[in-house]
C-alpha cells in the first residue's frame, strides 16, 4: 500500500502558486516533458520553472486543445510553449494559456526541425524578428501572462552580434522583456534537430554579452549545463538557467534545486521517497486508462548513477509494456534499488 506523503500532500493541498521564478527551468521538450514527467520533476523541485513541450497554434486551435492544454494544478508553476508565427493565433492562443492557468506563455524561436520550418515556426524565425515582434505584440495585447521568447543566438547565414542583437531589440520593443536563449545557432541546411542540439559550438560569452547590454531585460541561458557548479557559474552573468537533456535524464538532480537556488528545504531525502510519493499519482492515472509506459518512462533516469539504478531501469524496460503492467511493476522496480539511510541530493 502507498500513502501520499506529506511532500506530496503539501502540493495537491497547496492552493497559493509558488511564486514564478525564472533561476532555474527545466527546458521544454517534445515527448520528454510531458504533463506525467512535469508532475514527477515538481515532486523534486517546487520552485524550478516547468515549460510544456511545443504545441502549434494549428494543432491548439483546429485539433484537441483540452488534450494538449490538459495538466495537473500540482504541476505550477508552468509555461505553455507555442509554436507558430500568425499574430492572429498566437494572440488566441496566448488567452487560451491564461484560461488554462498556465503562468507563463512563452514562443518557440529555437527549433530547427525541417518540418516546422515550413510552417514558418521555430529557428527559422530568427531571419523574421518583425514577424517575431508583431506575434509577441499580439500575445502581450491579448493576455496579462508574460510573453517568453525562446531563441538561438543565430542561424546560419544570419549569425553575427548585431543581427542578434538586431532580434533582441526588435522582440524587446514588443513587449518582451524575457529571453531565454540556446547559446548556439542553428544550422538549418543539412542537420537533424539532434545535431543541432551538439554539433554548433555553444558561446556563452554572446548570452552573458546580451544581459550587458540589456540590464532591463530578463536572459535565461539554455544549452549542455549539466552540473550546479556551472549553474552557478551562469547565474554570475545571467539572470536564470535552463537545462533540458540533463535534468530528463538525470530527474533527481532537481532534488538539490530548492536548498541549492532557492534557501527552501529539499521536498524529498531519496528518489526512493519521491518515487512513492509519485504512485498515488500513477494509480490514478492508470484509472482514467492511461498506459504504464507512458508515465514510467519518464521514471527511467530517477535512480540514474546509483547502485541498482540499471536494474530499476531494465525492469521497467521489461515489463511496463505488458498487457495489464499496472503499479506493481513500479514497485518491484523499486524494491530492486537499495534505498539508502540518506541519499546525495546531487551532483555539484
Ligand atoms: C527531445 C528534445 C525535444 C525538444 N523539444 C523542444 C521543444 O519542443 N521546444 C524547444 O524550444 N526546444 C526543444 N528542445 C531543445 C531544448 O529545449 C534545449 O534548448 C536543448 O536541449 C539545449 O538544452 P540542454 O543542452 O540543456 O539539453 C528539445 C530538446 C530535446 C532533447
Redesign the pocket.
Known amino acids: 500500500m502507498t500513502s501520499t506523503s506529506p511532500a506530496q500532500a503539501s502540493i495537491r493541498s497547496n492552493t497559493v502558486k509558488p511564486s514564478l521564478s525564472r533561476r532555474f527551468c527545466v ?6 516533458t510531458t504533463s506525467h514527467y512535469r508532475y514527477l520533476a515538481r515532486l523534486l523541485s517546487r520552485h524550478t520553472l516547468l515549460y510544456t ?2 504545441v502549434t497554434t494549428g494543432a491548439l486551435i483546429h485539433g484537441d486543445t483540452d488534450r494538449f492544454l490538459r495538466h495537473d494544478p500540482a504541476e505550477y508553476p508552468l509555461a505553455l ?1 507555442l509554436g507558430g508565427s500568425d499574430a492572429g493565433e498566437l494572440a488566441h492562443c496566448a488567452k487560451l494559456a491564461e484560461q488554462f492557468g498556465f503562468d507563463e506563455v512563452n514562443l ?1 524561436v ?2 530547427p526541425s525541417d518540418r516546422v520550418q515550413n510552417n514558418m515556426i521555430g529557428a527559422c524565425l530568427m531571419a523574421h524578428p518583425d514577424r517575431v515582434a508583431e506575434g509577441v505584440r499580439a500575445m502581450a495585447d491579448a493576455t496579462s501572462l508574460p510573453v517568453t521568447v ?1 531563441h538561438r543566438i543565430g542561424i546560419d547565414g544570419r549569425d553575427s552580434w548585431d543581427q542578434l542583437c538586431e532580434f533582441v531589440e526588435k522582440v524587446a520593443g514588443a513587449g518582451c522583456r524575457t529571453f531565454i536563449v ?1 547559446a548556439r545557432i542553428a544550422i538549418l541546411e543539412g542537420l537533424s534537430p539532434k545535431e543541432n ?1 551538439e554539433i554548433p559550438p555553444l558561446n556563452y560569452d554572446w548570452v552573458y554579452q546580451l544581459k550587458q547590454r540589456y540590464p532591463h531585460l530578463e536572459i535565461i541561458i ?4 549539466k552540473t550546479f557548479a556551472e549553474v552557478h557559474q551562469h547565474l554570475a552573468h545571467t539572470d536564470g538557467v ?5 535534468a530528463y535524464h538525470n530527474p533527481w538532480l532537481l532534488a538539490g534545486v530548492d536548498p541549492e537556488f532557492f534557501g527552501a528545504p529539499a521536498p524529498f531525502h531519496t528518489p526512493h521517497e519521491a518515487l512513492r510519493a509519485m504512485l498515488p499519482f500513477i494509480r490514478s492515472e492508470l484509472e482514467r486508462g492511461v498506459y504504464l509506459g507512458h508515465i514510467s518512462r519518464h521514471l527511467l533516469g530517477l535512480f540514474h548513477g546509483m547502485p541498482g539504478g540499471r536494474q530499476f531501469r531494465r525492469y521497467i524496460s521489461e515489463n511496463a509494456h505488458k498487457a495489464g503492467a499496472g503499479l506493481e511493476v513500479i514497485e518491484e522496480a523499486l524494491a530492486r534499488v537499495r534505498e539508502p539511510e540518506a541519499s546525495p541530493i546531487v551532483t555539484a
Do not use: S, T, V
Request: with cysteine.
Open positions: 527546458a521544454p521538450m517534445m515527448d520528454w513541450e511545443m510553449q518557440n529555437g527549433c525562446k540556446h542540439r539554455n544549452g549542455g549545463i535552463m537545462l533540458g537533456r540533463e
